[in-house]
């Protein structure tokens, strides 16, 4: 499958913004869906990760109650709508996939094998 990131941009604290990832191909349901970040001077970490067709959703903490993930698996899309943005919440922002994704490793950057471009998401205090 290939996804494609796009939605970011310069937007000022408590600003928000919605990022899509599109992904090719006839089996999205099948995957689940994440997107971590990263910035130049830390790993890339996760963000929140949505499960195949119930829609179970999970986040890291620093996101909870301002981060919200959803797709329409009939768009092939998935989204992370981001409210109450803070300077902190700046980095590149990619989705991820992988149909073999469990509950438990979810939050691995190793338990996806299918990665978008990145979309950069800058926001000024």
């Known amino acids: 499958v290939q996804l494609q990131a796009s939605g970011g941009g310069l937007v000022q604290a408590g600003d928000s913004l919605r990022l899509s990832c599109a992904a090719s191909?006839?089996?999205?349901?099948?995957?689940?869906m994440a997107w971590f970040r990263q910035t130049p001077e830390k790993e890339r970490e996760f963000v929140a990760a949505i499960s195949r067709s119930i829609g179970s959703t999970y986040y890291t903490d620093s996101v909870k109650g301002r981060f919200f993930i959803s797709r329409d698996n009939a768009k092939n899309t998935v989204y992370l709508q981001m409210n109450n943005l803070k300077p902190e919440d700046t980095a590149v922002y990619y989705c991820?996939?992988?149909?073999?994704?469990?509950?438990?490793?979810?939050?691995?950057?190793?338990?996806?094998?299918?990665w978008g471009q990145g979309t950069q998401v800058t926001v000024s205090s």
């Open positions: 991820a996939a992988d149909p073999n994704t469990i509950m438990s490793t979810m939050g691995r950057i190793n338990a996806y094998d299918y």
């Open positions: 191909g006839r089996t999205f349901s099948r995957f689940v």
